[in-house]
Nanobody, 126 residues
Framework: QVQLAESGGGLVQAGGSLRLSCAAS????????MGWFRQAPGKEREFVAA????????YYADSVKGRFTISRDNAKSVLYLQMNSLKPEDTAIYYC???????????????????WGQGTQVTVSS
C-alpha cells in the first residue's frame, strides 16, 4: 500500500493560483491511477481530478475543468494539482488518493481509491 502526504495548500485571493503536491512512498505508485478529492465544511467529499497510471489521460470535475491541471512524475513518485483562477467555492481540504487497483482507468468514486493522504487546506478569499 502506498503512503501519501499532501503539501502546498494555503490562503490565496480569488483569481490566484496554487500548486498542490502529493508525495508517495511505496513501490506501487507508478502502477496506480491517482486522484484528487476535496471536502468543504458541511459537505461530502467530492471528486476533483484523476490521472491514469502513465499520466497520459486526465479526468476532471466540471466545476474545475479548464482551471485545474492534474499531473504526475512517476520517477519522483509525486502527484500534482495546479489550480488557477481560484474561486471562493474552491475552499476545502484537498486530499490525494491512490486507486486500489493497478493498471486501470480511474473512476470518480472515492470508493475505488484505497490510500489517502491527510489533506491540505486551501482557502480562497473573495
Amino acid at each position: 500500500q502506498v503512503q501519501l502526504a499532501e503539501s502546498g495548500g494555503g490562503l490565496v485571493q480569488a483569481g490566484g493560483s496554487l500548486r498542490l503536491s502529493c508525495a508517495a512512498s511505496g513501490s506501487t505508485f507508478s502502477r496506480n491511477a491517482m486522484g484528487w478529492f476535496r471536502q468543504a465544511p458541511g459537505k461530502e467529499r467530492e471528486f476533483v481530478a484523476a490521472v491514469t497510471w502513465n499520466g497520459r489521460t486526465t479526468y476532471y470535475a466540471d466545476s474545475v475543468k479548464g482551471r485545474f491541471t492534474i499531473s504526475r512524475d512517476n520517477a519522483k513518485s509525486v502527484l500534482y494539482l495546479q489550480m488557477n483562477s481560484l474561486k471562493p467555492e474552491d475552499t476545502a481540504i484537498y486530499y490525494c488518493a491512490a486507486d486500489k487497483r493497478s493498471w486501470t482507468v480511474p473512476g470518480s468514486s472515492a470508493s475505488t481509491f484505497g490510500s489517502w493522504g491527510q489533506g491540505t487546506q486551501v482557502t480562497v478569499s473573495s
